[in-house]
């Protein structure tokens, strides 16, 4: 089969061939890749913080390094008797990575899961933030429960701002976070409660790397 092409100028064509290896450029440049399957590993693990006591928290890595679960089984906030440390609850991780050299991370999104029950009034908040060790700049994502509300969730954030690793440095991931719950001047009876996997109160944050070569 005989194929023809339009004809064109030499410089109308070395415009095109230019162009054309420059966009491959920027799509070889901006194409994410992650390290290899069973690469990325938790090397140590600690957390702080009343609303994870000892005890109380556990880390996994997926086996392709997209993700990082942590859970916690006593991080609840709640309104009851109206005491201002049992209204907030928080808690400091800290992640020792391991990954092969070479990449760099960010968190992208942060996926919560959990339970909550609100009357009418009250106002649920979930706040994660995390920051890299040694560098500038903290990434959070925040997201809000207005009651009346009783129900499981399953809520995905971005990070705003998020931070970067840099190259060939492992250095460790510190992840922030809070539950609040705020019954402003709702009147008593009416209480809320917040935590994170809801059939025996577990709070689970998923968090996905996006990962670049350096």
């Known amino acids: 089969m005989k194929v023809s092409f339009p004809s064109f100028s030499p410089m109308g064509a070395m415009a095109a061939l230019l162009l054309l290896v420059t966009m491959l450029q920027l799509a070889v440049h901006g194409q994410a890749e992650a390290p290899p399957a069973n690469t990325v590993s938790i090397e140590g693990f600690s957390y702080n913080g ?24 006593k991080y609840t906030a709640t309104t009851e008797g109206r005491i201002q440390k049992q209204m907030r609850k928080s808690c400091v991780v800290t992640v020792k990575l391991n990954y ?15 339970y909550g029950k609100l009357d009418a009034g009250i106002k649920g908040t ?15 994502a925040t997201h809000n429960f207005n009651g009346p509300f009783d129900d499981n969730y399953e809520v995905a954030d971005e990070f705003i701002a998020a931070v970067e690793s840099t190259c060939n440095v492992v250095r460790n991931l510190q992840l922030n976070s809070e539950v609040r719950v705020n019954p402003g001047k709702i009147p008593l009876p009416s209480n809320g409660l917040l935590t994170m996997d809801s059939q ?15």
């Open 100 to 114: 092969p050299p070479g990449f760099v991370f960010t968190l992208g999104t942060v996926t919560m899961r959990g």
């Open 126 to 140: 979930i706040k994660t933030s995390y920051y890299i060790s040694g560098l500038p700049g903290t990434a959070s």
């Open 50 to 73: 009343d609303g994870c006591p000892s005890g109380s928290a556990e880390g996994s890595i997926s086996s392709d390094g997209q993700a990082l679960t942590v859970m916690f089984s």
């Open 200 to 214: 025996d109160l577990k709070l689970t944050q998923k968090f996905y790397f996006k990962w670049r070569r350096c």
